[in-house]
């Protein structure tokens, strides 16, 4: 949940850009069908989040995690934006 991580006017652009960040990463290994559904997000911890992909969609001992930070542009504008990144580790040896 991002409850208490992030305004709730913002968690669900923030939500839909951490998976889309993840969709990204995992693209090229993942099996054929990869959709956001099979990515699962949580728990958040400050700038962070654990990243959970279902069974059979990457390669064995792979791994992703995910970051974000918050970005305002100055000048009276207060809209919040977001830069998700998210790390993807193939398993050692392959």
Do not use: M, Q
């Not at 054929?32 to 400050?46: E, S, T």
């Not at 962070?48 to 969609?57: E, I």
């Not at 792979?62 to 998210?86: H, K």
């Amino acid at each position: 949940s991002l409850r208490g991580v992030v305004d709730v006017r913002v968690r669900a652009a923030l939500f839909f850009s951490l998976k889309e960040a993840v969709y990204k990463a995992v693209a090229g290994d993942a099996a054929a069908g990869l959709a956001l559904r099979h990515i699962r997000l949580g728990p958040f911890v400050d700038d962070a989040c654990g990243v959970r992909v279902d069974n059979g969609v990457l390669p064995a001992g792979a791994a992703v995690d995910a970051r974000w930070r918050v970005a305002r542009i100055p000048a009276g504008d207060d809209r919040v934006y977001f830069l998700s990144t998210a790390t993807y580790r193939r398993a050692p040896g392959a």
